[in-house]
């Protein structure tokens, strides 16, 4: 398939006032001004488009770590109360979330650089392990609604992978930021660390101290991790949901994650139940 620059929607909706002008002169439906002043006006438009949609691309010297989040599924399971998801749940259960390209700053995230168009067939090569690693719990209902097969790596494609492909010199193909995200899972192994300290899924009443989930984590990678819960406002219970650590971007070694950089979820009580799928 042939590569197309995209912008994703978020930065087309404000780009659209712009282009209409610029492609549709005097029939555009926003022209209400006399003729020889909207020609003059269309020429300024076209002079400032270039910096202007370039202001919307995240600068590349703002990227100084990857946030890398796994979630533990059968949690996700409970927050999106879907029982195709907890069909769809297997193996240890700990996730791919995401792999977000940051900054050491408050700005947050660097996302939604124009990219080529995503297709899911171009990761035909590695789709067995992505669907392994980086499952989504509902694609399937999610697809059939949306008709968008893989929705869930369109979505983190646009937002996080394209900025790491612009970023991260070792980043060269849609492939390569997938392939990465897989190989950081298998390093960084959250169920691994948690088996090792004796930490196990139980049901109510077997809540694990969340001090001891930090230190096993902490013990396994040599840093602290940033771990977030599903609190639930109905039952009044936590439950273990998102561990997230930081990496430097060339070693893809884990770091101490900035203060800004907090996960995904909610803060954790002192103590949290950690579910089986079937809770």
Known sequence: MQDEAVHPPEIRCKMWNRLDLLANGCNSPIWRWP?????LL???????AVPALAADNPPCSQFKFYAFAQYWMPTLCLKENSAL????????????????????????????????????????DILPQLQSAWPNPITEKRDTD?????????????????CAMKCDTSIGSMNDYF?????????FNVAEALE?????????????????????????????????????KNSKKSYLFDVT???????????????????????????????????
């Open 35 to 39: 003729r020889r002043l909207a020609f």
């Open 179 to 187: 392939d990465s995200a897989i190989n950081i899972h298998q390093q």
């Open 196 to 232: 090792k300290a004796r930490i196990g899924p139980g049901g109510d009443g077997q809540n694990v101290e969340t001090a001891k989930i930090r230190r096993a984590i902490r013990v396994k990678f040599g840093v602290e991790p940033t771990v977030k819960c599903f609190n639930d």
């Open 42 to 48: 269309t020429a300024v438009f076209c002079l400032a």
């Open 146 to 162: 949306r008709g968008n097969r893989g929705w869930l790596w369109r979505h983190e494609w646009y937002k996080h992978g394209a």
């Open 85 to 124: 998801c907890a069909e769809n749940t297997d193996g240890n259960g700990w996730v791919i979330h995401g792999l977000w390209p940051d900054s050491d700053t408050s700005a947050g995230d660097l996302v939604y650089c124009p990219s080529r168009k995503f297709y899911v067939d171009d990761l035909e």
């Open 245 to 279: 650590l930081c990496l430097d971007p060339t070693t893809r070694q884990a770091i101490a994650c900035p203060k800004h950089a907090s996960g995904t979820g909610e803060l954790c009580p002192a103590e949290v139940i950690y579910p089986h799928a079937s809770d």
